[in-house]
Structure formats: structure tokens, C-alpha cells
């Protein structure tokens, strides 16, 4: 059957965009300044057509006839090698056989709607490179061009003649003899097969083999692994842990626990104790249960929240870590009960410096600005394709990421009252529906329990998935008629482990048998292990009465999405696996999910002691520099070239944008989304995070991530007393006791502060080891640790949309209030980290204080008092003031002398100090006076600072004279620069 390449360059007189784009990454990269590149876009397609019909197929399905040309030929002819241009080095980009293609999926579907005969279509990108030495082409390939993992390169002509992908292999049932094996055999085992267990977990696995008198078969073993995994059973935070730490007078190691559950017992433990608070006026309606939790919004309506971390993935290809991060994260709500409809996305990013030197990079390590730009393309696509609002966020910059980037994902569904609950019955069907199975993701839920190392890249590349986002939105269109049509019993997703984690959590007190090769493949040669562990994106899981099938299935086929009965559900107590009629695998349920051996764990932690930073003396110019230092900082500059590439209009709930203002180009503090468009009732969603603040105590870098969650809701209208938030806890190498206990004091937090101000959690999610090992240049092992980084994410409500404030100034004239207290709280503070000073003490939390504080800021903006209002956080004061002011294009006159003669600070402190729970508020002239009488009555710090006005300045005055003056427009330039790409 001919193979035909259909190569698509830019049409006469067309600037080539992706060489331009190209040449700068090539550039930025360090690896070549002035190299010529030329790029054309092309598809290898399997089909039984004329050469004719080819070139129809090219002009009426992938060509721009206005922008673009095409060179359509048999692959491997001459014409298709010709040069473009001057450059000279043909260099051909393409995904390796097996990797998930969207594209050249649609392609198919779409030649075979229009009735060409089509068997298989790959796509990949030409690059016609100038005259360079070896190695730099080497480079350019490796670093510029490709990603090893999922990518393949071939310099000169693409010699091919036809796509084949796989061949039917032979059956072979393999055994592993784990019976006779030794602990140092046991530890290799899981090391090189890619189980990542502990020896203790080994050891079990080994005994309860010799207990039933036989060896485990690869795909027990495999499945066994699946679910013990870090990734799928949390089994560090939920493990057994003796943790000492500092008192509450700060005396070392004089707060000693003993957990058995330490998940339990801190995180969950504050939710039920809130619950019980609550008492009939419970507003949660399933948490820590099911994929996502639940809270109640309205009479009609639950929504839920779940938020995922793809950190390893993203590590490798960033493109697609990120993008199936975000496709597996909103497949949560979807297999929430029996099924939420998303209505928004989030994400938080945590990136090394993009300046890095990329001469400087440790080997296995991609460039940051290349991992950044990859991370948030994967996000834009898969959100913007299902047509999902991508609405709040926030990114962090550390040199400590290197190694690890972060790349949290959330999403927030909508679901019937009465359809938070399922359950799975005797004889239901096991029913797939979505993509089909590849080799795409084979070990990934192991893989992101190990640490990275500069090898992981060869070793681990099958661990990163490509997702198809068109093929999850068709999902979704048959599993909410399905739902509503009450087509089946139960739902989850298909993620980490695959249908081995899917069928086993569902079956888990039923007992579940799976005919393997009834699993629809992409392509042929997967043994029946691949087709149970891979974790292929875009797939349902569902448990489906038999008399539902038919009608299951017929929508299904209406709506072009395949679905598949992989076995059924049994009163058996058992997992039982067949593969054309042969047993591959039996495991017992108790076993698999209960057999685990508890984590035992020493945990202790000893907070770095405070020192009192040496500030220098700064006079009103001395302030300005460093003010625009900060707001030039990579934590604190715009981020708008990440945000306008997200639609967060589609859908049309969005009411509070990313960027606020009437250039739309303020730093919105939260979003606010009608999940409904027949109601006025809305979400507010936030984040809250500080990294920097875990260098200090872990305890108040959690305690203050919740505040700034908090107060960023409330600062847009959301009501303090139904707030849910979640927590992801990404940290280091656990296996440490001062890592674990690191982790175990920011839990403790967690609970003391959702207790104090009603916030339940409703879900979380972990991600430990985040750790990145290689061999410098002497040979010596070098590891990268990131921070301690606890995400705190918040789902608020506020009752009518029309009483949300945004953080911009609206008028001239309106007084400006400062809400909260300051304190010389500046350790981890951007005026630190400007100035390249240590010390100070770390932002601190008084909860009760801070509780009291929310509500009488929510009572004043249900008053309409406030016209504006901005959290105060990183920066402090002067970073607010300026960003408000800016955002609304006016200007802000004000004097901080009665806070320096209140708190004894000196006017850089009040200034800069990064002290929690404090609010900037624009209020009516006319409603000073009952603004301040609101929060004297509440024992609330409210100081009257200024005025807005039209000046486009900010001024800062104390008694003594000028304190900071700066002219916006210079702010505004130094907030952009960074990341104006």
C-alpha cells in the first residue's frame, strides 16, 4: 500500500513562524546565535489512493490554500528533499511508533468521512538547519528540536515505506520466582522492573506467594505494585510516623506524636471535627472518598474540586505531562458519583528561573524556559479543546525546581443532587469507553512514586502520556447522557495504573473478572500486562448493568466514541484476570488493598532559628529602586503571557476574569464563575502557596498559604463561612526524618488552622521524592531538593455574582484603607530577597484574629462599602498599593505614620513587611466614616491611609516627609518586562 508525505510550508511572501520561533529557541538555549532554519509541517499517510487523490486529500483536509503550499510524493522521493531555502541539513522530527498522535487520529477520522481509504497517518516536523558543526546540530536536535522521550529524529531523507506500528506477538505467560529470591534480589527486582516498592513491601509480597504455594505471575506482581504505589495509596501520610518537633514556646522536640494514620489524624480529622461543628448545617457532602470532593452549592446542585500534580511527567516532556495532567485531573469530577459536568479549570506552575545558563544545566535536565513554555501549551491546548475555562492560577520561581518542576492542575465540576453517591452491583458489566489502549504510560503511577535522575529520561519515557483532548469531550457528551439516562451503576476515571487501578478500587468489595483481550488496542504487540497497567489517556471505567449494554452502546456509536465490555463484576472476593481464555492473574481483594505493610516512620523537625535582618536605610529613591526590583521579579511580575493564552470566557460563567481593570491587565486576587446560567449564585476560586516561607517553619508556610487562600476569596465576596479548600503537598525525599518531619509540622498546621476558621478539607492529593539525582562533572552524586511546596486551594461561594469586587481602583477621590495588622514580619519577603538579605522572622498566622477578620471584610462588601479590594501578599503594602492603583489607571496618595507610631516600625517595614491577614480596600468617601465604625465594632485594625487620585503616581508619605514615590507607568513597565514574550 503506498505511503505518501504530504510536506505543508509556508505560502510566497508568508513569514515562517515556527523557524522564527525556532531560531529563538535555539538562541535561547545558547546553543547557536545565528543559525538559518526552515520548517514545514508534514504527514505520512498509509492509503490505498492515486497521486491525484493525494494531493485532493492535502488541499480539502490540511492545507491554508491563502497561507500555505503543499509537496505532496511517494515517501522517500527526491522532491520532498529539496531544500526550501539556502539552509542545508534536512532534520526530520517525529513521534516514535507507539505515542500517542491526536493528529493524526482526526486525520484519519476526518479522510475517512469524506471517503478516502485510509489505513494510518503519522505526523512529524521538517527542519532545514544552515551549515553547523556535529555537535551543534546534535544539540539543536536534542535540546531545540525534539524530546528523546516521546520523539524520534532522523537526519537527512525519511527513508520509510509503510506505518506499521505493532505485529501480533505470541502468548507467554511469565512467572516471576520471587519465592526464592534474596532481599538483595527482592530490592533489584523492584528497582529494574520498575515497582518501586520498599524491601518490607517485597518481603510481604514474597511471604503471601509462599503462603498460597506458587509464584506470582508478572501482571499479580505488576497489579500488586500499581496499587501500593506512593502515587495511588499515599501510604508516607497515611503511615505509621513518631514525630518530635518544637513546642508552642519554640522548645526543641517538646511536641511529640505518635500517628498511626497521619493523614487521618490531621488533615481528615479537622474536617469531621468541623462536620460535627456544623452539626445539621453540614454543608459537605462526600470528602476523601470518591475522585473529587463534594460540598453542596445550591438546592438543584453539588460541585466538587479535585486538584492533581504531574510533576515527573512534566519533568520529561513538558508538553505532554502538563497536558495530560490537566486531562487527567478533569476526569476526576467526571468519575465523581456518577459524574460531574466541569465548569472551570486551575493550575499552579512551579518553574526554575527561565534566564537560566544553560551551559550550567545537569545532564538529563531540560532548560526551564523550555519546560515553561512546554507546560503551559500543554494546559492551554487540553483546556481550551474540551472547552473548559481556565480561570485562576498562579506560577512560583525557584532555582530548586530545576530538576522538578510542579505542575498542579485542578478542575471544579457540577453534579444533581441525589448523583454524589454510586455503587457497584453482582454482574454488572466492567464497560471502557473513551480512547483506546497503547503502550503511552506503561509504569507511570510508579514512576511518579520513584525519584528522578538523570537517567530517568531513557528509562522512565514510557511513563509520559500524550492526551487527545477532543476524544475526552466526546467522553464526556456520552457519560452526562449516560448518567441521565441512568445507564449504569458506577464511574471512575481511568488514570495512574490504568484498568488496574480503575477495575481494582471499584471492585474492591465486590470482586471483579477481566477478559483482557477484549480491550480495544491502538495498534497490535501489547502483552496482556501492557494492556492492564497502561495508563492511556481519555478512558472511563464503568459499571453497567447488563440489560443497560444495548442502550449504552448505541449512544456510545451515536457519538463516535468506542466502547468495550472488558469483563464484569463478581461476588467473588477475587481480582481475576484472562487473556484469550487463559488465567493470568488471581489475586485476593483483601490482599491487594489490604495487604499492604504500614510505612513506619521517624519523623522530627527543627525550624531554622530566627535572626534579625540587617535592613539597610533607605531613603524615598532607595524605596523606589527596590519597589520596582520587586515588581520585576520573576514571583511578583505579570503573567499575562501564560493567562491570554487560556480561555477563561467559554462556557460564559466566567463574571471575575484573571485580569481585572479596565485594560484587563490587572492581577485578579480570585475568580468567580456562575457554574449556572439560569442563576446568580457563584463559585470563587483561589489559590494560595509560599515556598520561600518552608525555608523558615513549614508550620506557618502552611499556615499562611491557607490564609492567603482565604483572604484571596474573600477579597472578591466569597462568604468566609463556606469556604472548602484542598491540599497538594509536594516535597522531597520522605524517607529522611527531618524531610518527613518537615512534612508532618505543615500537616499539624493545616489541621490547627481549618479547625480555627471552619475551612474543611474536601480533597487532596501528595507528591513525594521530588528530588533530581546526577553525576557533576567530578563524578560526585549531586541532588537537587525543591523547597517544601504545600498549594493551598480554595472553593468559595458568594450568593449573586453582582456583589463581587475586583482589585482595581475605580475613582478618584475614594478613601483607602488598610484592613489588618502589620508586623516586622519580613522573613522570606521579595524585600529580602531584592536586597539579597537573610533572616527576619516569617509571616506569622493569628487564626482566630484572622477569622474575625474575613467575616467583617465579607460583611463590608455585602454592605457595598467597598468599591476595591486587594489581598496583601507578596511585596506587602507597597507591591498592593502599586499593583491597585495601576490595575485601575489612577493614582494612590498615602501616609503611614500612624502604623509606624502604632506597630514602632520603621516606614520599610510597614512598606514591605509581608504580614498576613491584611486587606487594601478603596471605600466611598460618604462610607469612611461607617467602614471604620464596622470594624472597630469587629476588633478589626482598619487604618485610614489616603485618597485615590488621578495623578498616576504612588505616594507614600510619613510625618517625617516622602517615604516612596514612583511613577506608575514605570511600575507598570517593570511588571511587564519578564515575561512579555
Known sequence: MPLWQIDIYPAEGQVDREAKRTQEEIHELGLHDNVDVDCARSFLIQGDFAHEQAVQLANTLLVDAVTERSVVAIAGQDVLNE??????????????????????????????????????????????????????????????????????????????????VGSAGQFELKTIPIRKLSDAELETLSKEGQLYLTLVEMQTIRDHFESIGRDPTDIELETVAQTWSEHCSHKTLAGRIHYRGPGADGTPEADERQYDNMLKETIFAATQTIRKTLGDNDWCVSVFKDNAGVVTFDDEYHVCFKVETHNHPSALEPYGGANTGLGGVIRDPMGTGMGAKPVCNTDVFCFAPPDTDPTGLPPGVLHPRRVM???????????????????????????????????????????????????????????????????????????????????????????????????????????????????????????????????????????????????????????YTEIWISEAQERMVLSVPQDSWDELRELCESEGVEAAILGRFAATGRLQLTYHGNVVGDVSMEFLHDGR????????????????????????????????????????????????QYDHEVQAGSVVKPLVGPMCDGPSDAAVVKPRLESRRGLVISCGMNPHYGDFDTYHMATSAIDEAMRNAVAVGADPAKVAILDNFCWGYTDRSETLGSLVRAAIACQDMAVTLGTPFVSGKDSLNNEFSYNDADGNRQTIAIPPSLLISAMGQIDDVAKAITMDAKAAGNAVFLVGET????????????????????????????????????????????????????????????????????????????????????????MFSESNTRFLCEVPSDQADAFAELFAKAAVSATRLGTMDGSGKLAIMTDAGPALSVSLADAKAAWLKPLNW
Open 823 to 910: 508586623k516586622s514580619e519580613l522573613g522570606g519577603s521579595h524585600l529580602l530577597l531584592s536586597l539579597g538579605l537573610d533572616g527576619g522572622q516569617v509571616p506569622t498566622v493569628d487564626a482566630v484574629r484572622a477569622k474575625n477578620t474575613f467575616a467583617a471584610v465579607h460583611q463590608a462588601i455585602g454592605g457595598r462599602m467597598i468599591r476595591a479590594c486587594h489581598d496583601l501578599s507578596e511585596g506587602g503594602l507597597a507591591v498592593a498599593a502599586t499593583e491597585m492603583a495601576m490595575a485601575g489607571g489612577l493614582g494612590m496618595s498615602l501616609n503611614i505614620d500612624a502604623i509606624c507610631k502604632k506597630s514602632g516600625l520603621s516606614a520599610t517595614e510597614v
Open 83 to 164: 531544500p526550501p531555502g539556502d539552509s542545508l541539513t534536512l532534520v526530520n522530527v517525529l513521534p516514535k511508533p507507539g505515542v500517542m498522535d491526536p493528529v493524526a487520529a482526526s486525520t484519519i477520522a476526518a479522510a475517512k468521512d469524506i471517503g478516502f481509504n485510509v489505513d494510518a497517518v503519522r505526523t512529524l516536523r521538517k527542519f532545514w538547519i544552515s551549515d553547523v558543526d556535529d555537535s551543534v546540530l546534535d544539540a539543536i536536535c536534542r535540546r531545540a528540536l525534539s524530546n528523546d522521550s516521546v520523539e524520534q529524529v532522523v537526519v537527512g531523507p525519511l527513508e520509510m515505506d509503510q506505518l506499521d
Open 597 to 644: 505493610p504500614p510505612i513506619i516512620r521517624d519523623a522530627v523537625y527543627h525550624p531554622a532559628p530566627t535572626t534579625k535582618a540587617k535592613l539597610p536605610s533607605l531613603d524615598d529613591a532607595g524605596h523606589r529602586d527596590v519597589l520596582l526590583k520587586i515588581m520585576g521579579s520573576l514571583n511578583v511580575a505579570s503573567k499575562h503571557w501564560i493567562i491570554r
Open 373 to 527: 513554555k512546554g507546560v503551559v501549551s500543554g494546559v492551554r491546548d487540553y483546556g481550551n479543546r474540551m472547552g473548559i475555562p481556565t480561570v485562576n492560577g498562579a506560577v512560583y520561581f525557584d532555582r530548586r525546581y530545576l530538576g522538578n518542576p510542579l505542575v498542579y492542575c485542578g478542575n471544579v465540576g457540577i453534579i444533581p443532587v441525589g448523583m454524589e453517591e454510586k455503587e457497584v452491583q453482582p454482574d454488572d458489566l466492567i464497560v471502557a469507553i473513551g480512547g483506546r489502549t497503547g503502550r503511552d504510560g506503561i509504569h507511570g503511577a510508579t514512576f511518579s512514586s520513584a525519584e528522578l535522575t538523570s537517567e530517568s529520561e531513557s528509562l522512565s519515557g514510557g511513563a509520559v502520556q500524550i492526551g487527545n483532548a477532543i476524544t475526552e469531550k466526546m467522553v464526556l457528551e456520552v457519560l452526562m447522557q449516560a448518567r441521565d439516562r441512568g445507564l449504569f451503576n458506577a464511574v471512575t476515571d481511568c488514570g495512574a495504573g490504568g484498568f488496574s487501578s480503575a477495575v481494582g478500587e471499584m471492585g474492591e468489595k465486590l470482586g471483579a473478572e477481566v477478559w483482557l483481550e477484549k480491550a480495544p488496542l491502538k495498534y497490535e504487540g501489547l502483552s
